[in-house]
């Protein structure tokens, strides 16, 4: 049977899970391909600590270039991270026409043009089923199962970091400072979890779900984003009063001709699906033309179920190799004439507004005239008098109608400037139907 060689960059978690996983079920992988697929060579920094995984004498090398050097190395898998050395041995490894596997959002988000350029040139694969979801195939879902679908819109909860906190605030009453150290005792979090809880790993990862859906580039710097840093549990009560649960969502859409790429915390109504997404898990729904709506949940991240994505895009190469194929240009189609990307102020959106306002008669009706006169409607308004009390001023949460992003800014400008309010109104949107 003939034989493709993997050769592993990066030995940590997820390496370590995709080599354990290619050995453990090697024969019911040839069995399902036809093909022999061979862990060849690893490479890593560390060479001494044991990742429970049993290797052959000199699989292991510090040795980067010389793993996407080897002749029976067949595909090279980047488990490193970032954009620095991932980036040159990635393109290294395209440059020698070797098909690619990597589970980088960071790296697609801010370099893809160039990577995809590149495999397509050189006629080779480039895989990235785990770059978005981790173990949720949401990836292979775009690229193959919805591709008679033209894309709707997309809600993504696609950071389990948030979603973990999120989850406790609402539960257990906790403020958002005490879960997070919980989340970094626990693994959940990094030491500086800026990159999660600021937003931008979600925001990778939507720029990516734009270019599967839409056929462009999403430039990381037109992406807003607005992260859970700081939210109130205050809040998260209110919403939760209201029928709403807050999620950190993803949103790709396009509509009258321009693509919306946005990353914020939202309100969810409570009797909707990505409302029960709870804890680390991770979800997405897709709206198709064809399909409605459909849903995709599981485990985000972690060892095993991002190594299962990884070891599913292996195997997808390694049966385009046995033919003799490659499906890269077919598989991430870019339009000759990409839409246009509609920036945030240009949105229309419905939003929870938390003001705390004066506790003295006229105020109330003061703001609700200010954002009348932006174009502003109030669909709810709530009066939490008695224990949200701070020093004369009382929230008074309200739901807006839909409204253009700019115009509410606008008008919160106008709000906090005019002496109505105590601080500037907390602004949260609401997940559109």
């Not at 490894?93 to 801010?110: D, I, P, W, Y």
């Not at 898990?281 to 299962?308: I, K, Q, W």
């Amino acid at each position: 049977m003939k034989q493709i060689g993997v050769g592993l960059l990066g030995f940590g978690t997820v390496g370590a899970g995709v080599a354990e996983g290619l050995g453990r079920n090697r024969a019911l992988l040839s069995d399902r391909l036809g093909v022999d697929v061979v862990v060849r060579r690893i490479a890593d920094l560390d060479l001494t600590t044991d990742r429970g995984v049993a290797l052959e004498p000199g699989v292991l090398t510090n040795d980067a270039e010389a793993v996407i050097a080897d002749p029976a190395v067949d595909i090279v898998v980047e488990l490193i991270g970032g954009c620095g050395a991932a980036r040159r041995l990635m393109m290294a490894a395209l440059e020698a026409g070797k098909s690619v596997v990597t589970a980088n959002k960071k790296l697609l988000a801010e370099h893809g043009e160039e990577i995809f350029a590149l495999a397509q040139k050189k006629n080779v694969d480039i895989y990235f089923g785990a770059s978005v979801g981790g173990g949720i195939p949401i990836v292979r879902v775009l690229r193959e199962g919805l591709v008679g679908n033209a894309v709707v819109r997309i809600h993504g909860i696609l950071n389990g970091t948030c979603n973990y906190i999120l989850t406790r605030m609402e539960t257990e009453g906790l403020p958002f400072g005490t879960v997070l150290a919980d989340a970094q005792r626990l693994g959940y979090a990094e030491a500086d979890p800026a990159l999660d809880i600021d937003g931008f790993d979600t925001a990778h990862k939507a720029s990516i779900l734009a270019l599967l859906s839409y056929g462009f580039h999403v430039p990381m710097d037109a992406i807003s984003v607005e992260g859970i840093r700081g939210l109130d549990g205050m809040d998260v009560q209110f919403a939760r009063e209201l029928g709403y649960r807050i999620k950190l969502l993803a949103c790709v859409a396009r509509a009258d001709g321009e693509v919306e790429v946005l990353v914020s915390p939202t309100l969810v109504p409570l009797d909707h699906m990505l409302a029960s997404v709870s804890g680390v898990f991770n979800a997405v729904m897709v709206r198709g033309d064809m399909t409605g709506d459909t849903l995709y949940y599981g485990r985000g991240a972690g060892r095993e179920p991002t190594a299962s994505t990884v070891i599913g895009d292996i195997a997808d190469i390694a049966r385009n190799l046995r033919t003799r194929q490659a499906r890269h240009s077919r598989a991430v189609q870019i339009t000759r004439s990409p839409p246009r990307l509609r920036p945030v102020a240009g949105m229309r959106n419905a939003f929870y507004l938390r003001l705390m306002v004066k506790d003295q008669p006229g105020s109330l009706g003061r703001f609700t005239s200010i954002l009348g006169n932006h174009g502003v409607s109030i669909a709810a308004v709530m009066q939490k008098a008695g224990g949200g009390a701070v020093d004369g001023f009382v929230p008074v949460v309200a739901l807006t109608d839909p409204a253009i992003e700019a115009n509410l800014e606008q008008a919160l400008d106008e709000i906090a400037a005019v002496g109505v309010v105590s601080e500037r109104p907390v602004r949260l949107r609401l997940l559109q139907a």
